[in-house]
């Protein structure tokens, strides 16, 4: 396989990973509701993102760094939101 596919697919697949938290968010930031949301996922699937991010710097692999610290920051915001609107 080229060098270019390969990019091509991974570039593919970071863009869906980072793009998929969004209708999330902003469904809770509309509502102001994320008793949907599973604390536990979401602590976990944060966890992972913080992993992937770290493998990607001791590994120097700038595109799984990249792509997973922009998927961080979505979960993490849903994650944020859940423990912010836990009350209501």
């Known amino acids: 396989m080229s060098s270019l596919a390969a990019n091509l697919v991974g570039s593919a697949a970071a863009l ?3 793009t998929s938290f969004a209708p ?10 994320a008793s949907a949301v599973s604390l536990k ?5 944060v966890t992972c993102f913080v992993l992937w ?5 001791m590994t ?3 595109p799984i760094t990249a792509a997973n610290a922009c998927a961080l920051l979505m979960a ?3 994650l944020a939101m859940k423990w912010k609107f ?3």
Do not use: F, N, P
């Open 16 to 18: 869906c990973s980072i």
């Open 53 to 57: 991010t770290a493998y990607g710097v």
């Open 86 to 88: 836990r009350d209501r």
């Open 60 to 62: 120097s692999a700038w």
């Open 76 to 78: 993490g915001g849903v």
């Open 41 to 45: 996922t979401y602590s976990l699937t």
């Open 24 to 33: 999330q968010m902003i469904k809770i930031w509309k509502t102001r509701d």
